[in-house]
Structures are given as C-alpha cells and as structure tokens.
C-alpha cells in the first residue's frame, strides 16, 4: 500500500514560488547555524519496523520558547524506509531538504550537510512555525516525490547542543563514508559524466557537471550519487552527459559537456574548463563549500571555506566571494568548489593542482589535513599542509609571502599562474 499525502499541514504558504526569497536583519527573528552554531542534516535508511510514518519529534527548546534574536543548535535526522529504498538514495533525499525547507514561505535555508543554516522570520514566527514543520513539510514532500522508493518517513528535530554534536559527529562518518565511494574512480574511468541543475531556481545559467574527480560544489553530490539520482528520476535535474570527444586534456574541456551546458544555460554558458579556475572555469552557485580565488603576487591560489567568518588575503570574505560570483556565471579567476574536491586529483590541475594552494583557514586545513599530505606526497611534496599559510599567518599576500619563502612552497617555483 502507497501513501498517498496531498496536504501539507503547516500553517503557512509552501511552495516554489517562495524559493528565492530571502530572510534579511529586519524580519529576522531566529536562526540556526551560520557559523552561529551548528546545523547539521542527516537522512539514513531505516528497516520497515523500525520507525513510524509520519512522526515528527521535537527534542529540545522550540521556536516559542525563544525570545527575538535568539539562536538554537539544531539537528533535521530524517530516517526513511521503503522495500525500493537503498542506502545509495540517502544523499540524494538529503540534498532535497535545501529547496524543501525554502519552499516555506518566511523560512530561508543556507548550505548543506553540517554547515546548513535556517533563518526563521518574524512574520513566519506571529503565524505559529515550529520546527515541528520542517518535518511535516519533509515527511509530505518526499513522499509526494519519491512515492516509488518511500513508504516511511520518520523526521527527528534536535535542538539541545549535545544530541546535536552527536548527530554531528555521526553525520561527519556518513558524510565521509559517501565522499570516498568515488576515491579510487578517475574521470578517464568514465565516459558519462552528470549534469545538476538543481540550483537553477536561484542561479539561472549555473550548470554543475559533476565526474568521478570533481563532485559537486556544494559538496553533497558526487558522480555516484547523481547516477543513481537519474536511476530514481530518469527526467530529473541530474542527466546523464556524454563527455563526447576531449577538446583540451589539460584544462578538462570536452565536446559533450559544452553541448549539454550550451542548452541547460539556455544560451548563458557557451563551455566551461573542468579542471582550471584562471580559464573559463565552471558556474558557481552560491551553495558552494569553498570558493577559490588567484593571488597572483605568491604565484599560487587560495580557497576559502563556508563556515570561515574571517579576512582572506584575496580582500574578499567567503560571503562577499559568494555574493558577487555566485549568482550562475563563470568567473575566470575564480571558482566554487567542495572540500572534498580540494584533494580530488583533477582539482585545478590545468593551473598547476593542489600544490598552487598557499593559503586556507587552518579549520579548513585541520580538517583535510591528512588528505591534503597524501594528495601533496603524491604530487612530489612532503608535508605540504603545513607549507599552506592560513590567517594564524597573515590575512594578505604581503604577510604570506616571506612564510611561503621559507618553508619552500612549491607554487612558488611554478610557471605564472597567469601567462
Ligand atoms: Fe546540484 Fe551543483 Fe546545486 Fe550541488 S551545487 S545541488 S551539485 S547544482
Ligand atoms: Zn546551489
């Protein structure tokens, strides 16, 4: 028996049409992450027995509790079970919660993962919201949605800091444990590569190809994950691209690809380089982990990450980045990108790789630290972590540059970044 669900029981407006809108200072009247504290999201597959459809669980303080201003911790566990439901589905659901949330007219929702950020409004607050319906809204819609592979959906909201670090910490294994499904795949691998468009609704021409060695910039799709999204939704925003004939090895330009974006950017996006931030690099949507920017004067490029609030020797915060880049163009000079991807092997390797990167926030670097000592070894690099500068260093090019110097930073010694 299918559920069918048809009303989405919340007390206020839902749907595409509030996408786009945003939640500013004035209308505020709560938040939950945005580096100001953690907001974490997880969908895991559940056995049939194991959980109740449709129940919504609150554990911890709820949105009346609060006063205006006031922020919470939270953590959206969605578990869903279905006899055609597979654990490859999960990152595809979870990745729906991003427009889902948003469909709530006075709800705004940021990011992703553990770095996702919902800014609740005033006016939402007079109509009674509860993150009760972030889970009526995402029991309905992936049901309604995903009727073939859903038979259960069970949503848990978590608003007390510590069920929140757990689930973070859990999430953080998942997150992982997804992310090095596509490690030992190459983009020579494959001769299909996938398109996104799911941030068309915010970022009309942006266009994410997603291969084997460069997952999605939002960091929650890889090429496993949109195959098996087209599996689920043949005529979904994740197709299937023949990379055709390669029209340059070394930038990652290919016949196919430049096809396929030429029509999803309807006209806006002419071809784009898979492996080169300096030459016509991808679009970059403002979902993006990091954004990654050239300083020419240390021969090298920076990347900088979402949840780092601070200066960056570029002269632009990750926010003012994304606002001016990431509205669907293609910035030579400039290019989103996800964490994961960093260390992935084709990471800007038109422009040099991995080892042009002098500078991240040292949150960034500790995170991927050891991925960035393997992938640097296997580049002929020692150590190179700890030869990228961070802000403990210096926040320009000018205080960067004599630490670049003395721990031999191979950018350095580099042909130009720009030639
Ligand atoms: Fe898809 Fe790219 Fe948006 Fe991620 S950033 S959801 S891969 S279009
Ligand atoms: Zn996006």
Redesign the pocket.
């Known amino acids: 028996l299918k559920i069918n669900v048809t009303e989405i029981d919340i007390p206020l407006a839902f749907g595409p049409a509030f996408e786009g809108e945003r939640v500013r200072g004035g209308d505020l009247f709560c938040q939950m992450g945005g580096g100001k504290t953690q907001c974490t999201e997880l969908v895991k597959m559940a056995d049939m027995k194991e959980i109740d459809d449709a129940k919504v669980q609150v554990v911890g303080p709820d949105i009346p509790d609060l006063k205006e201003g006031e922020t919470l911790p939270l953590g959206i566990y969605v578990q869903i079970a279905g006899r055609e439901f597979q654990e490859d589905f999960e990152p595809i659901m979870e ?1 729906q919660i ?1 427009h889902l949330i948003n469909y709530i007219q006075g709800i705004m929702h940021i990011g ?1 993962r553990d770095i996702s950020w919902i800014r609740v409004s005033k006016a939402a607050v007079e109509k009674g919201f509860s993150l009760k319906h972030l889970g009526v809204v995402l029991h309905a819609k992936f049901h309604q949605e995903f009727q073939k592979i859903v038979d259960k959906v069970q949503v848990t909201l978590y608003s007390n800091k510590e069920d929140v670090d757990k689930l973070t910490e859990r999430a953080r294994a998942e997150y992982k444990r997804r992310d090095e499904r596509v490690d030992k795949m190459t983009d020579e691998d494959v001769d299909t590569f996938y398109s ?5 609704s915010f ?1 009309p021409s ?3 190809t ?1 291969s084997p060695e460069r ?7 890889n090429w496993m994950d ?1 195959k098996a999204s087209f599996e689920i939704n043949p005529t979904g ?2 197709q299937p691209i023949k990379k055709g004939k390669v029209l340059d090895t070394k930038l990652g330009r290919f016949e196919g690809v430049d096809e396929f974006i030429r029509q999803a950017s309807k006209g806006a996006i002419d071809t784009y380089n898979f492996y080169s931030m300096v030459h016509a690099p991808m679009t970059t ?1 403002g ?2 982990e990091c954004i990654a920017a050239m300083l020419p004067s240390c021969n090298g490029v920076m990347t900088v990450n979402r949840d780092y609030a601070g200066e960056t020797p570029c002269g632009m915060k990750f926010t003012t980045l994304a606002g001016v880049m990431g509205g669907g163009q293609s910035s030579p000079g400039f290019v ?1 990108h996800s964490k994961f991807n960093v260390t992935q092997k084709k990471f800007i390797l038109g422009d040099g790789g991995l080892l042009r990167v002098v500078w991240m926030p040292k949150s960034l670097k500790d995170e991927i630290y050891d991925r960035l000592n393997a992938r640097g070894k296997e580049m002929g690099v020692e150590n190179l972590a700890d030869k990228i500068a961070d802000e403990t260093v210096g926040i320009t090019e000018d205080e960067i540059l004599p630490f670049l110097q003395e721990k031999g930073h191979p950018a350095l010694s580099m042909e130009p970044l720009i030639s």
Do not use: E, W
């Open positions: 990745r991003h992703q996104c468009t799911l941030c068309q970022a942006h266009v994410c997603v997952t999605g910039l939002c960091g929650a799709y949109c925003p994740n949507c979902c993006c989103g």
